[in-house]
T-cell receptor, first 113, second 113 residues
């Protein structure tokens, strides 16, 4: 089954404790992206990757890091999480470039206390 | 000015009626347009995409694109209670060389039995 997977699905952590949210797709997509979704603010792009070893900042990159060492994986790293990073996070991938349809993972609900 | 604008709703429609969702965008160079459906707490699911002016029909859904007026709409015929969700409009743009989907904040649709 073609899909984007994320882990963990739910995470409660404390301020400053480094965490990684994994994302993997099995569709051989070149483009991958991370979004956060907050009430009233909609979906905002954090980082994206056009291909292996090619990543770039989205609209809200502060406090996040990413890496793309393999085509299928695109982990999101929070080196020192803060409460304002409490949000619903989605990973997405696209066959073509970023302007074409993107397929979303199931989401990760993160709470930072 | 927001790049992609939608009326946040809620939009309430009786079962069996036509639901009409609208979206305007600011970048005249936009090339790709998408409608996603998102149930509460779930990931966005692609419903329709449209690239050319005019109408595109898929079952009960019709997407309409008017590039001259910079709007895209989604019509849902014979609305069902299961259509109750938030509908996200997304537009593919190229900003400073970066290709991305820009999402509207979504319109919350409620179908009343």
């Amino acid at each position: 089954e073609a899909q984007v997977t994320q882990n963990p699905r739910y995470l409660i952590t404390v301020t400053g404790k480094k965490l990684t949210v994994t994302c993997s797709q099995n569709m051989n997509h070149e483009y991958m992206s991370w979004y956060r979704q907050d009430p009233g603010l909609g979906l905002r792009q954090i980082y994206y990757s056009m291909n292996v070893e090619v990543t770039d900042k989205g609209d809200v990159p502060e406090g996040y890091k990413v890496s793309r060492k393999e085509k299928r994986n695109f982990p999101l790293i929070l080196e020192s999480p803060s409460p304002n990073q409490t949000s619903l996070y989605f990973c997405a991938s696209s066959l073509g470039t970023g302007i074409y349809e993107q397929y979303f993972g199931p989401g990760t609900r993160l709470t930072v206390t | 000015q927001k790049e992609v604008e939608q009326n946040s709703g809620p939009l309430s429609v009786p079962e069996g009626a036509i639901a009409s969702l609208n979206c305007t965008y600011s970048d005249r160079g936009s090339q790709s347009f998408f409608w996603y459906r998102q149930y509460s707490g779930k990931s966005p699911e692609l419903i329709m995409f449209i690239y050319s002016n005019g109408d595109k029909e898929d079952g009960r859904f019709t997407a309409q694109l008017n590039k001259a007026s910079q709007y895209v709409s989604l019509l849902i015929r014979d609305s069902q209670p299961s259509d109750s969700a938030t509908y996200l409009c997304a537009v593919g743009v190229i900003i400073q060389g970066a290709q991305k989907l820009v999402f509207g904040q979504g319109t919350r649709l409620t179908i009343n039995p």
